[in-house]
């Protein structure tokens, strides 16, 4: 392992970035610096001359275009680049690229001649320690600082633009070999990047103020820091403390008040309480908040300038899957445009809208045996014995040989005539390119193989990844693309039949599958990245314990966590930019409008315009407009003129160490510091569009039990119980919970689920009246038209089942409403033009197959008495009714209403047209 890469282990909420393994003898060729890397190296020299003259502007262009085109990955664009976003106001970017400047010097001083990260550093700090001081003026005092050193903070040497090999050793011994060269200058950018990602993480206030602290720690603990570095370290440390010691002091003097005013007793619960909601509390957490905004580099997103191409773009995507519908723009002011979906044609009487199935449903447990095991796909709950689990094993490893079979059948026996002239192509790369040319050749495996033996064209295509050899210490060669061999027609080979019911995922076998048709969705939209990776696991574990008022909860950590892993999977397998895809424009963050970002200054400007106040962070004022200051209680000021912002929750963990973990193992390096695809603003829009879109109830929604072959026997709705959710992201507690006590969290999994198309459909205020009505089944979301006349007539009747299971039906006792005729002419349920408004409620879908719930529990324990054995899942897990939809707080289940459909009517309405996260094949003729 001496001559590979690794990535720092897995991060842990409470510590801080984990210091570089020890160092391992680097044997470097000597760089001759090409065309491209001198013009490389100028680009960074003018972005550094544009921030010296303080024109961060400028800069920020020049560094994105050098990561952007000329030269990926490079750790000194990424390094200085951070100073731009921090001087722009943009901490929380600031702290992403900060941590990749710390990533990719690490990798550099590990790596092989080859590596990207090593040639970058080793070429560019050769450059600085050559270039002339009259061309370069950065390179020396005081022009090397920000603004000439216009900022304290930024004017230490910690802070310097300038990066070059450092004798950090207590022998001062002169550095002549080009390896010690490179790794003193790996040093340099390591610590300068410590220095960075403290000080944005200081402006990000709130619980980051500990999460700086522990960088801080870190970085005075590497065996290279010298002692001026500690100096400058400890000396922000210092100035970090100070502001946590004023808010504690202002605590300390608010609980003395309400003693004195309030009757509060100055006893062991009261001092509990303020250490578990004050800032002590808080800095366990590691929470803070930051804008939830749009971004001005942001061109993908809805905006003022490509409004008629993003419309234009997303209509023809909806067309395609609700052909009546298409989408139209909400403004408010102050606001990024909305979409919302209209009606583009009359419905007339009760009608299917439009149908959406989604596999992007995620569990806060797992597979784990504190409760029933999920489909992987669309989180039902599975009821499996033991010998099913056995059995579906056997088959996931036989057809794991029949696809490695296939793959060696289809090798070449002859070398290639040229490849010699081949031999430097990177195979991975060749392969992919080669599988966009050639149609029909992708890469199979079973699950992608019908039961006829034909391709199923799945969508999204993507090798096998290589597995890491374990969590903690990641495989230093870059985990990118093996290079399976294409194949052509795999069935003539197979000889394991793929099954229909219950299955494993052949490649891992650590997730399960209700169907072949959840199996191939979830090839198709995002397992192949990360299977094997063990990367759901990673985020279940890595979710901070520590609860605390108006942050997240820990399983509504967990699941956001899981969903932007699958968005992330999902662009690794499309190769795509996640913003580029209609699906995810779909999705409304509730963001505000881009800022104006200053123009740079000139000389002939006589003030300078600066957005960022050096020597004052975010108080909690700001962050958490609900909590009353000392000045409010006493009356000295008004806690009603206190501006309101619109925040998002944010960590350094969850918001970024977590997320370039993922991209790492996934892809590698390369992946890591993809700026192209992954920029530290795109991967924040992201997940702040999956935080307003996710779903979140109490697993499960949807019970199935097969028999020893794996064939669905029964199946069930569980209904779940209306409550407040206390999930609304347009207030400050985003990520409340009211609903479900601290101590239930841990004994209760969670579910959530993510439907674009279905969250375009707005709910309808008070004074108006829904005209759709939203019902889900299996992952499936079915949009139905819902009149005013529609809910007066289902109050005629309330919907019961019998012993039996079977539906009966009792009539209102209400003599109005029975006297209503409800079979007058057809009018439109929707007009043409009218936007589509739906109830708060979501609806459980039934088939006439299904059981009631005490019905089918009765049949699973009576087939678990037949076996003479209990179910290998669901021992031990305490069965709770489900609780609200949390949608945006608009979202809760339905406790009374029911649908029933025969199971060809089902079926008839599941046929619509494939999308980005749906697949189009055929049903495998069950109810599912």
Not at 659 to 681: I, K, Q, S, Y
């Amino acid at each position: 392992m001496a001559n590979q890469l690794q990535c720092p282990p897995s991060p842990r909420p409470s510590n801080p970035p984990t210091p570089p393994s020890p160092l391992q003898p680097v044997k470097l060729s000597l760089f001759t610096g090409s065309l491209q890397a001198r013009l490389v190296n100028q680009n960074i020299a003018r972005a550094n001359s544009h921030l010296s003259e303080f024109k961060p502007k400028a800069a920020l262009e020049l560094y994105t275009q050098v990561l952007t085109k000329t030269s990926p990955g490079h750790p000194c664009a990424f390094l200085n680049r951070s100073l731009c976003y921090l001087v722009l106001g943009f901490p929380s970017l600031a702290v992403t690229d900060a941590y990749r400047a710390l990533l990719a010097a690490h990798w550099a001083r590990h790596a092989k001649p080859s590596n990207a990260q090593a040639r970058q550093l080793f070429l560019f700090g050769k450059f600085t320690e050559n270039a002339d001081e009259l061309e370069h003026a950065w390179i020396v005092e005081p022009s090397c600082y920000v603004g000439v050193g216009l900022f304290s903070w930024l004017s230490k040497d910690l802070a310097s633009l300038a990066v070059g090999p450092k004798n950090r050793s207590k022998k001062k011994k002169p550095i002549t070999s080009l390896g010690k060269t490179l790794v003193s200058i790996a040093h340099d950018v390591m610590i300068k990047a410590y220095y960075r990602l403290a000080l944005a993480l200081w402006k990000c206030g709130g619980g980051a103020l500990k999460s700086a602290l522990d960088v801080l720690n870190d970085a005075q603990s590497l065996r290279f820091c010298t002692l001026e570095d500690i100096e400058q370290l400890k000396e922000l440390g210092n100035r970090i403390l100070r502001d946590i010691e004023n808010v504690i002091k202002e605590e300390d003097l608010i609980r003395q008040f309400c003693v004195m005013t309030q009757g509060m007793k100055e006893d062991k619960d009261t001092l509990n309480f303020f250490e578990e909601y004050g800032i002590r509390g808080l800095l366990k957490t590691r929470f803070t908040k930051i804008k939830r905004e749009l971004y001005p580099w942001d061109t993908y997103s809805l905006t003022g300038e490509n409004l008629h191409q993003v419309l234009a773009e997303l209509n023809e995507m909806v067309n395609k899957q609700a052909p009546g519908c298409r989408i139209g723009v909400v403004r408010e002011a102050g606001k990024s445009a909305q979409l919302s979906l209209y009606a583009k044609e009359h419905f007339l009487g009760p009608a299917t809208v439009f149908s959406e199935t989604s596999c992007f449903h995620v569990t806060s447990l797992g597979w784990d045996f504190r409760q029933k095991l999920p489909c992987d796909a669309c989180a039902a709950s599975l009821d499996v014995s033991g010998s099913l689990c056995v059995h579906a094993n056997k088959v996931a490893k036989e057809l794991a040989k029949d696809e490695e079979d296939a793959d060696l059948m289809n090798q070449s026996a002859e070398p290639s005539q040229d490849s010699n002239a081949t031999q430097f192509f990177d195979v991975a790369e060749y392969i992919r390119n080669s599988a966009k040319i050639k149609e029909g050749n992708d890469c199979l495996s079973d699950s992608d193989v019908n039961e006829n033996g034909a391709d199923n064209k799945l969508q999204y295509k993507l090798p096998q990844e290589a597995t890491p050899s374990s969590f903690q210490k990641l495989p230093l060669t870059p985990p990118g693309l093996s290079s399976p061999l294409l194949s052509t027609d795999i069935s003539s080979s197979q000889e394991t039949e793929t099954p229909e019911g219950f299955q494993l995922c052949p490649a891992c076998r650590r997730v399960a599958f209700c169907s072949a048709r959840c199996h191939s969705s979830a090839v198709s939209a995002y397992h192949i990245p990360s299977c094997s990776t063990g990367l759901e696991d990673y985020l279940r574990t890595q979710t901070a314990s520590e609860a605390w008022e108006d942050i997240p909860k820990p399983h509504t950590q967990r699941l956001l966590n899981l969903l932007f892993l699958r968005v992330l999977a999902n662009a690794r397998a499309n190769n795509a930019h996640p913003l580029e895809q209609s699906w995810i424009r779909c999705l409304d963050g509730r963001l505000d409008a881009a800022r104006d970002v200053n123009p740079d200054w000139e000389e002939e400007h006589n003030e300078v315009a600066v957005l960022w106040d050096e020597e004052r962070t975010v108080g909690l004022e700001e962050l958490f407009p609900d909590r009353e200051s000392l000045e409010e209680l006493v009356g000295e000021a008004d806690a009603t003129a206190r501006p309101r912002q619109n925040l998002i929750a944010w960590s350094f963990d969850a918001n970024v160490r977590q997320p370039l973990h993922c991209l790492f193992t996934m892809g590698g390096p390369e992946l890591a510091l993809d700026v192209r695809r992954f920029d530290g603003w795109v991967l924040e829009t992201v997940r702040a569009k999956v935080a307003a879109g996710m779903r979140v109830s109490r697993f499960p929604r949807f019970e199935k039990a097969f028999d020893d072959k794996g064939e669905l026997v029964a199946q069930a709705c569980v209904k779940q119980v209306q409550r407040d959710s206390g999930f609304d992201v347009r207030s400050a507690g985003a990520y409340g919970d009211s609903a479900v006590d601290k101590t239930e969290d841990d004994e209760v999994a969670w579910i959530a689920s993510l439907h674009p198309l279905a969250s375009l459909v707005r709910v309808a205020e008070d004074d108006e009246y829904p005209n759709v009505k939203l019902w889900e089944r299996d992952g499936t979301i079915l949009c139905k038209t819902h009149s005013h006349f529609d809910a007066l007539a289902e109050e005629q009747k309330t919907t019961a089942r019998d012993g039996n299971g079977q539906f009966e039906t009792e009539p209102s006792s209400d003599s109005d409403i029975e006297m209503l005729d409800f079979s007058f002419g057809t009018m439109p349920s929707i007009k043409a033009g009218e936007p589509l408004l739906r109830a708060k409620e979501v609806s459980l879908l039934h088939v006439d197959s299904d059981l009631a719930v005490d019905v089918y529990r009765t049949v699973v324990e009576e087939a678990e008495r037949r076996r003479g054995q209990t179910l290998l899942f669901g021992t031990g897990w305490k069965r709770t009714n489900g609780d609200s939809m949390l949608d945006a707080a608009d979202t809760e289940w339905d406790e009374e209403e029911t649908e029933t459909l025969k199971d060809e009517e089902f079926l008839a309405e599941n046929e619509w047209g494939s999308s980005e996260m749906e697949m189009n094949t055929e049903s495998d003729g069950r109810a599912e």
